[in-house]
C-alpha cells in the first residue's frame, strides 16, 4: 500500500529518484533479494515523502537524522539491505556529523542525497551545497556563503563508494543504485536534482552533465580528479556523474558485531559467571 | 566496637585508591560484611585528591556515615584533609610503604597494595583471604604485588579480631555494573553510548563482557547519533538502550520525542550530576528530574523510573526494558553519580525476579499496519526482513499503515489511539511496586525522598524510628499508591539533593503538600547524620 497521491511539483526531480529507486530495487528482487529485507529511511524534507510512494519497509525519520538511524537499523539485523534517502539539507547541514561518521567506519549502507541545493520544503533558502550570491528568503541581497563539495568531503572520510548522478537520467541512476547497494561497505550517491519552484537549475544540468568513464576506480588520486572537476558553487565547467571511487574494505558491522544478528539473538543470558567475578 | 566500621582511603589521581578501596571492601566481604563505598574523585587525570569511603556492616547499608574508624592515607593531602572526620577512638593507619614497597622491589603504583596488606594485618585478616582477594584483583605484575603484600603483611602487628560473620558473601557491584545486568536478564541486545560521566561505566562494563552476554555494544559520534541509531535498531527488532548524564540527555531529547511519535521501545539512562551545563561532572545531583518529566516536544508520557540503589537498580532496568517494548515507548532510568559509582553488597535473590518479557507480536493474521488502532492503543509488533511484512515507522502524524495524515480526523485518531495507551501505562504502574515504605509505618511524621536519597534518607528514618516513602515510579506518578503511603501522615518532609525541591513541585501537582525541605546541593550525597539533624531542626 502507498500513498496515491504524489504532491511534489510538476518536473521535481524527485520524480527521477523515485522511478531509479524503485526500478534498482526491482532489479535487486529478480536477482533473489527478498523485498521485504530493504528498508528505506528517510529524513525531513520533500525528498522524504518518497517513503508514502514507495511498498517497502520504512522510517520516516527526523530531519538531519536517517543516517544516524539507518545504522542502527543495520546493526540490529545486517541482514538488511538499507538504503538512506536523504536530502542536502539532512545531510549536509543539520546531520553531516554522521555522514562523516557513518562513511569513516565503513557501515554497509547506501546513502542517496537528494540534493537540490536548497531547502525546499521551507519555501526556499540556501544551503551547504547552494552557491554563493544564492538568493532565497534567508538571504535577499544572496547568500555570503560558499557551496563546499560533499564528494570532496566523502573523499576525505574515507567513504569507499562515491558517486554522482542525475535525476534526469534516471536509467543512470538506476545503474548506479544497483552498483551502491551491491557495495560492500559504506556506498555514497550525491544526486543532482533541480528544484523547479526555488532553484531551477534544470538547463544547466542538461547542458553540462556528461556520464565519466568509470576507470581507476580505487584511485584517490584519479578520483579527486573527476570530483573537482566541477565545484558545486560553479557553473563554469562540465558535470561529471558515475562512479568516481571504489574500493574494498573490511565493513564496520562484521568488525564489530562478527557474526551476531543482535535482533534475532538468544535471549537469556547465564549472569552467574559475571557476578563470580564480582565477589 | 560495634560491626560497622568506616575505612577512608585517600591519595592523589593515579595513585590507585579507587582500587585499593575495593580491595579492602572485597576483604570485609569475604568475612560475611555488607558494604557500601562512596568514591569522590575529580575531573582530572592525575594529582588532585581521591578518596574511597568504606562502609562495613553486619547490616545491609546503603550509605556511608560521617565519622571514619581507619583513615589510610597514601599521600599527606589525605591526612589532612580527613583528620578532622576521624572518629574519637579513631586510628590513622600510617605505615612506612614507601620503605616496605621499594625493599619488597616493587614499583610505586604499589604501595596501595602494602598499605592494604598492613591494613588486613593489623585488622586479624588472615593471609589467606588476603591473598585470594589479591588474586583476584591484580591480574597484572601479580607475583610482584604479592611480594609487596607479603613484606607489608609481616611487618605490621596486629591490633584487632575482625569477627568473621555468619553470612553468605555477596558480589560488590556499582549501581552501573547493577543496571547493565538488569538490562541483559531483560533481553537487552543491543547498548549505544558516547561516554559521559557518570555513565561511562555501563559502556565500559558492557563493552568489556560483550561476548559473555552475547550483545552488540557501539560508541557512535555523539549522543543525538547513537539515540537515532538505537531507535532504528529497535525497529528492526533489537532491545536496545542507550546511557548518558544530563547534558548527553539534553541532546536526545528530539529523538524522545520521534520515538515517543513513531512508538518505538527505548531506554534511556539517565545518571544525573551537578548541572547546569558541565556543573560539577564527577559529583551528584538530582537535578534532572523535572527535566526529564517533561524532555520532548509534544504529547508524551513515558515512563520514568528512579531506583535507589543497586538491587533497585538491577531489577527496574529489567523492568524497564520490558515495559517500553509491551507500551512501545520512550522510557528513561533517572539515577545519579551517586548510584552509578557507589559500590553495594548485592544479594542475587533479585536475580529471579527480572526476566524477558515477551511484547505484543502481530499474530501474522490479515495484513500488517504498524499503527493497528486497537482498543488498548497497543499495536502489535512486527519487524523488516520477513516475508510478507511491510512495516512503516514515522515521526509524522500517520494511518494506521504508516503513512503520513493531515486532516483533522486522522490526525486525532491517531493522538486518541496514544491516549489509550498512556492510560494502559498509567494503569500498569499501579500494579508494581512503585512507591517503597519504610521505617516506623505509624509514624505521624514521613520523609519523602527518590534515587539515592533512599539510602541516607531510610537509614535516619529508622534511627528516629519515623516513616520514609520513596517513590519508584514517578510517571506516570502513581498516585493511588502514594496516597497510601501517606496515610496518617501529619508531617511531611522532603529530602532532595537539589537547589528547587523539584519533587516536591510533582507532589504538589497532585495535591500532596510537603511541609519542609531538606535540600543539599553542593555535589555531595547526603549522609545519614546530616537527615537526622535536618529532621531535629525543622
Redesign the interface.
Given at each position: 500500500?502507498?500513498?496515491p497521491k504524489i504532491t511534489w511539483c510538476p518536473g521535481c526531480g524527485n520524480f527521477g529518484i523515485l522511478t531509479a529507486l524503485k526500478q534498482a530495487v526491482a532489479f535487486l528482487v529478480k536477482k533473489g533479494v527478498?523485498k521485504?529485507?530493504f528498508?528505506v529511511?528517510a529524513g525531513?524534507g520533500c525528498h522524504a515523502?518518497i517513503?508514502?510512494y514507495l511498498?517497502?519497509?520504512?522510517?520516516?525519520?527526523?530531519h538531519g537524522?536517517p543516517i544516524?538511524?539507518?545504522?542502527?537499523?543495520?546493526?540490529?539485523?545486517p541482514?538488511?539491505k538499507v538504503i538512506v534517502c536523504a536530502g542536502d539539507g539532512d545531510a549536509y547541514n543539520e546531520g553531516i556529523?554522521?555522514l562523516?561518521?557513518a562513511a569513516k567506519r565503513n557501515i554497509d549502507i547506501t546513502v542517496l542525497v537528494h540534493n537540490n541545493r536548497s531547502f525546499a520544503l521551507t519555501t526556499g533558502q540556501f544551503t551547504a551545497t547552494s552557491p554563493f550570491g544564492f538568493k532565497g528568503k534567508s538571504s535577499p541581497e544572496g547568500s555570503v556563503e560558499e557551496a563546499f563539495n560533499p564528494l570532496k568531503l566523502m573523499l576525505a572520510a574515507k567513504a569507499t563508494f562515491i558517486a554522482r548522478g542525475y535525476s534526469a537520467k534516471p536509467n543512470h541512476l538506476r545503474n548506479l543504485i544497483i552498483k551502491g547497494i551491491q557495495h560492500q561497505g559504506f556506498s555514497f550517491i550525491d544526486v543532482l536534482e533541480p528544484c523547479l519552484a526555488f532553484f531551477n537549475t534544470l538547463q544547466t544540468y542538461n547542458e553540462k552533465v556528461y556520464q565519466v568513464e568509470e576507470r581507476d576506480l580505487t584511485s584517490e588520486k584519479e578520483a579527486l580528479r573527476k570530483i573537482e572537476e566541477w565545484e558545486y558553487g560553479k557553473n563554469d565547467a562540465k558535470i561529471p556523474i558515475g562512479v568516481f571511487y571504489k574500493i574494498q574494505k573490511p565493513v564496520y558491522e562484521k568488525q564489530?558485531?562478527g557474526n551476531?544478528i543482535?535482533?534475532?539473538?538468544?535471549?537469556?543470558?547465564d549472569?552467574k559467571?559475571?557476578?563470580?567475578?564480582?565477589? | 566496637m560495634i560491626q560497622d566500621y568506616s575505612i577512608l582511603i585517600g591519595g592523589a589521581a593515579g595513585q590507585g585508591s579507587r582500587k585499593a578501596g575495593l580491595i579492602i571492601a572485597k576483604l570485609f566481604s569475604n568475612f560475611g560484611y555488607r558494604i557500601f563505598i562512596y568514591d569522590d574523585y575529580q575531573s582530572l587525570i592525575r594529582g588532585g585528591h581521591n578518596f574511597s569511603h568504606i562502609r562495613a556492616s553486619a547490616k545491609k547499608i546503603l550509605s556511608h556515615r560521617r565519622k571514619i574508624d581507619f583513615l589510610l592515607a597514601l599521600d599527606k593531602n589525605t591526612l589532612e584533609k580527613h583528620r578532622n572526620d576521624l572518629d574519637k577512638k579513631g586510628i590513622v593507619v600510617d605505615l612506612p610503604i614507601k620503605t616496605i614497597t621499594k625493599k619488597a622491589g616493587g614499583m610505586p603504583i604499589m604501595e596501595n597494595t602494602a598499605l592494604i596488606a598492613g591494613f588486613a594485618k593489623m585488622m586479624g585478616i588472615d593471609w589467606e583471604t588476603l591473598e585470594k582477594v589479591l588474586k583476584k584483583e591484580f591480574k597484572k605484575l601479580q607475583s610482584l604485588n604479592l611480594k609487596v603484600a607479603k613484606a607489608a603483611f609481616e611487618k605490621t602487628s596486629n591490633l584487632f579480631k575482625l569477627k568473621k560473620l555468619n553470612q553468605k558473601v555477596l558480589p560488590l557491584v556499582t549501581g552501573n555494573q547493577a543496571l547493565a545486568l538488569g538490562a541483559v536478564k531483560a533481553g537487552l541486545d543491543f547498548y549505544f553510548a558516547y561516554p559521559m560521566t557518570p555513565a561511562t561505566g555501563i559502556l565500559h562494563y558492557l563493552a568489556a563482557h560483550q561476548e559473555d552476554f552475547n550483545l552488540g555494544v557501539a560508541q557512535l559520534e555523539n549522543e543525538i547519533g547513537l539515540v537515532n541509531a538505537a531507535i532504528g535498531a529497535a525497529y528492526s527488532g533489537a532491545r536496545a538502550m542507550v546511557g548518558t548524564s544530563g547534558g548527553g540527555f539534553a541532546l536526545m531529547v528530539e529523538a524522545l520525542s520521534l520515538a515517543a511519535q513513531s512508538e518505538t521501545p527505548l531506554v534511556v539512562v539517565e545518571s544525573q550530576r551537578p548541572g547546569p551545563a558541565t556543573g560539577v561532572p564527577t559529583y551528584t545531583a538530582q537535578g534532572d528530574l523535572l527535566f526529564a518529566l517533561t524532555a520532548g516536544h509534544g504529547d508524551i508520557v513515558r515512563f520514568v523510573i528512579a531506583p535507589g540503589d543497586a538491587e533497585e537498580a538491577f531489577f527496574w532496568s529489567g523492568k524497564i526494558l520490558n515495559l517500553a517494548w509491551q507500551y512501545q515507548t520512550p522510557s528513561i532510568l533517572l539515577i545519579d553519580k551517586e548510584i552509578s559509582e557507589s559500590t553495594f553488597s548485592f544479594n542475587e535473590t533479585v536475580l529471579a525476579e527480572v526476566q524477558y518479557e515477551k511484547p505484543l507480536i502481530w499474530d501474522k493474521n490479515g495484513q500488517y499496519q504498524r499503527y493497528q488502532d486497537t482498543k488498548n492503543g497497543i499495536s502489535p509488533l512486527a519487524f523488516p526482513g520477513q516475508k510478507g511484512i511491510i512495516t512503516k515507522a514515522t515521526g509524522y502524524e500517520h494511518d494506521e499503515f504508516g503513512l503520513t495524515v493531515e486532516e483533522e480526523k486522522k490526525v486525532k485518531k491517531m493522538q486518541d489511539k496514544r491516549l489509550r495507551k498512556f492510560k494502559e501505562m498509567e494503569k500498569a504502574v499501579e500494579e508494581l511496586p512503585a512507591v517503597k515504605v519504610y521505617g516506623n509505618k505509624n509514624a505521624k511524621k514521613a520523609i519523602v525522598a527518590w534515587g539515592s536519597t533512599k539510602g541516607p534518607a531510610k537509614e535516619a528514618a529508622e534511627k528516629l524510628g519515623i516513616k520514609m516513602i520513596q517513590p519508584v515510579i514517578l510517571q506516570p506518578f502513581p498516585e493511588k499508591q502514594f496516597k497510601k503511603a501517606l496515610k496518617g501522615v501529619e508531617k511531611l518532609v522532603l529530602v532532595e539533593t537539589n537547589a528547587l525541591g523539584q519533587l516536591g513541585k510533582i507532589l504538589a501537582g497532585f495535591g500532596f503538600q510537603v511541609n519542609t525541605k531538606i535540600l543539599k546541593y553542593n555535589g555531595r550525597p547526603f549522609l545519614p547524620e546530616e537527615i537526622e539533624e535536618g529532621l531535629k531542626h525543622g
Open positions: 500500500m502507498v500513498n527478498l521485504e529485507e528498508v529511511v525531513i515523502k517513503v508514502d511498498n517497502l519497509n520504512s522510517f520516516y525519520s527526523l537524522r544516524a538511524t539507518a545504522e542502527g537499523v543495520k546493526l540490529a539485523n541482514n538488511l556529523s554522521h562523516i561518521h564489530l558485531l551476531l543482535p535482533a534475532k539473538r538468544k535471549k537469556e543470558v549472569l559467571k559475571a557476578l563470580e567475578e564480582l565477589k | -
